[in-house]
């Protein structure tokens, strides 16, 4: 988990960084993603209609076949001028910067004044050649925009230290000037329209603004700091900046925007009443005289359709909104996300969960800016998501790993290779803690281990103990079983746990049988070598129990605990008293789905216990042996009714038949109640020694 955190903070941390310094590989991938936003609006038909009142008087291909190349003479662009004096502004995206002769100068110069409502456009210039005129710097200052307020000292605007302006003779009639600079992105794609420049001290404003001032008669109003433009109000309303300078310019379909000919307006083809009250901005669209402004909506737009659309969307409130704080937040969600999802064991369910939100983020981006012109950002959250996904997989597969490996070296002495398998396949399986499940709990123990250990050296004894519980242990697993501890000379051993093993307590009666076969068969080697032979007891029990990793956080086993492991235990210890190897409860015998030998022991209270168990005992299936269980029940019964001579009677003849060890302690029994009759027989044995 603390892996996962932190891998989660340092994802959504890189893609915040990432988000914020924008490195220019990302940032050209990412900017190509969202404008195909432009598209899917486009394609749900919900882009907006540019205001009726921006017109484009285009320098066209018509215009430029009628009255001959570019530039035309001034006196034609008089005559346009002059068509156009009922508009309310006319913009020109054309700086009249060298002089044609003084006639014609003369006559556009007194166009301009006549029609008063021409706003002319100049360049900034990062280098110049040209002569500074001081009257036209002078004239410009005229145009500087002085309704800020400055919160800091620097002002985060770009600062230009040259300038190509109109003749002064025609800045001299103009309403005002705007430039007409515009500025791509990192991948030479105009999205954004510059709303402030600095010049020698002074705050300048694009054509579009300056146009889109004298036309509504109302000025606008920034705030200035270090970070450039901190608040831009238009009408008492404060409009949206871009990276501190700029308006993203929410794009139209270039055909809805109305283009006329000035060919058509300097002939007077186009009415002049058709201009009245609106904003015309004039400028090149004939291949080959034209500033080529590639955009998300057409990558040979001309640059003067930038102005015009910058204007129609503050004229119409058409403006894209977007947060970066909201961006950021959504790169950290995203990246979140794979850190809960991988929790989910299954895989496919883990991918759905993925799935989702990597279909329904882009899905809500894409809304939000086609019906409300939101923009949610798109490729950082995504990829925040992709790479937290690819890193949080990572870890759990390396995870995964790791436990599969510590799995297979903690229990490859413990379970049979297939069940290590079925672990390693389901880790999950393992819960720390513990968890309940109906068990079936195996102990041996040997017999006079102590006074054998006092008989043999040391090393002998090792060696012995080795030879005893390697075959022993070897029986367990191979029968699903799973070793939990050597107790000295004790073995316990759990099945179905941690896994589910099918027949469970077959399974452990099942090994029983084989350990006592198998010691009979390797206490001849122990009679050849040491002079000593080896008996154990073994006790089988079937219940719920609490299995899982218990212990310290430096140090846990996989264990088991609860009463069926105890009883278990104390069924081991019973051995002694009968005289047999194998004694399991009555839980074990109602959980057998196989048949197996068993012969009712005796109904007992255990050491530590207050409820009475019924007991079996577990024999090989032979002929000798069903006989034996058939007389020694039918004393039992007589037994259990009372009936201590009969019962006494029909032991000793199992005792001597067959060398029962069980029907001598009944004997003894039967005899110590014909000598002082219980008061009130219930048939039930209390155990006083573990």
Request: charged residues 25%.
């Amino acid at each position: 988990m603390a892996y996962r955190l932190l891998a989660f903070l340092i994802v959504g941390g890189i893609i915040a960084l990432t988000y914020v310094t924008k490195p220019v590989f990302l940032e050209r991938l990412s900017l190509r993603i969202e404008d195909t936003k432009f598209a899917v609006r486009e394609f749900l038909g919900k882009t907006p209609k540019p205001s009726d009142k921006v017109v484009v008087v285009a320098i066209d291909e018509k215009s430029i076949n009628e009255l001959g190349r570019w530039p035309w003479s001034r006196k034609e662009i008089a005559k346009l001028i002059e068509a156009l004096s009922t508009a309310k502004v006319v913009a020109f995206d054309v700086v009249f910067s060298e002089p044609e002769d003084e006639e014609s100068d003369g006559v556009l110069a007194k166009s301009i004044e006549k029609a008063g409502n021409v706003v002319l456009g100049f360049f900034f210039r990062l280098s110049s050649t040209q002569k500074e005129e001081p009257d036209a710097l002078s004239l410009l200052q005229d145009s500087e925009f002085l309704r800020y307020k400055l919160r800091s000292k620097e002002v985060g605007l770009l600062d230009i230290p040259y300038v190509e302006l109109p003749l002064s003779e025609f800045m001299a009639n103009a309403l005002a000037l705007g430039y007409l600079n515009a500025e791509p992105d990192v991948d030479a794609i105009y999205r954004k329209y510059t709303l402030a420049h600095m010049f020698r001290g002074g705050v300048y404003l694009p054509l579009a603004i300056q146009a889109l001032r004298f036309y509504e008669g109302k000025d606008v109003y920034m705030e200035l700091s270090r970070n450039g433009i901190d608040k831009f109000v238009f009408k008492d309303r404060e409009i949206p900046v871009y990276a501190g300078r700029f308006h993203r310019i929410n794009f139209y379909n270039l055909k809805d925007i109305e283009v006329v000919p000035a060919v058509d307006v300097i002939r007077g083809r186009v009415k002049s009443d058709e201009f009245k009250g609106k904003a015309v901005f004039v400028g090149a669209t004939e291949i080959g005289i034209y500033d080529v402004r590639p955009t998300p909506v057409d990558p040979v737009t001309p640059g003067v359709f930038l102005h015009a659309m910058t204007f129609s969307n503050f004229e119409s409130s058409h403006f894209i909104y977007s947060n970066p704080f909201i961006d950021l937040g959504s790169v950290m969600f995203m990246a979140f996300i794979p850190f809960l999802v991988v929790a989910f064991r299954k895989f496919t369910v883990r991918v759905a969960l993925y799935l989702f939100p990597l279909v329904a983020y882009p899905i809500l981006s894409y809304t939000l800016f086609s019906f409300v012109s939101s923009d949610l950002n798109l490729f950082y959250p995504v990829t925040s998501l992709f790479l937290s996904f690819i890193t949080q997989e990572g870890i759990k597969i390396l995870t995964a790993e790791r436990n599969i490996r510590e799995l297979r070296r903690a229990f490859s002495s413990y379970v049979s290779p297939q069940l290590l398998e079925i672990i390693t396949r389901n880790p999950d399986r393992l819960r720390l803690g513990g968890e309940k499940r109906v068990v079936t709990v195996l102990f041996s123990d040997i017999r006079g281990f102590t006074s054998l250990s006092e008989k043999l050296k040391p090393e002998e004894l090792v060696y012995l103990l080795n030879e005893f519980l390697t075959p022993m242990t070897e029986i367990i697993l191979s029968n699903g079983g799973m070793l939990d501890k050597y107790i000295g000379d004790a073995i316990m051993a759990i099945f179905n746990a941690p896994v589910d093993v099918e027949n469970h307590a077959d399974k452990a009666c099942l090994s029983a049988i084989e350990m006592v076969r198998t010691l009979d068969g390797i206490n001849h080697n122990f009679k050849r070598e040491f002079g000593v032979t080896l008996d154990i007891g073994i006790g089988i029990n079937t219940g719920e129990a609490v299995v899982g990793n218990m212990g310290s956080r430096q140090r846990f086993d996989y264990t088991a605990i609860g009463d069926t492991v105890n009883l278990a235990s104390r069924l081991e210890g019973l051995n002694k008293l009968y005289g047999t190897r194998i004694i399991l409860s009555e839980n074990t015998k109602n959980a057998l789905a196989g048949d197996f030998l068993l012969r009712t022991l005796d109904v007992v209270v255990v050491k530590g216990k207050r409820e009475p168990v019924k007991i079996y005992e577990l024999l090989e299936d032979t002929e000798e042996n069903r006989e034996r269980v058939r007389l020694f029940e039918k004393a039992l019964n007589e037994y259990f009714a009372g009936n201590f001579e009969g019962a006494m009677l029909l032991f000793e003849e199992v005792s001597i038949r067959f060398g029962d060890r069980p029907s001598s302690v009944f004997m003894k029994r039967c005899e110590d109640m014909l000598k002082n009759p219980p008061k009130e027989w219930r048939g039930i044995y209390v155990a006083r020694e573990k």
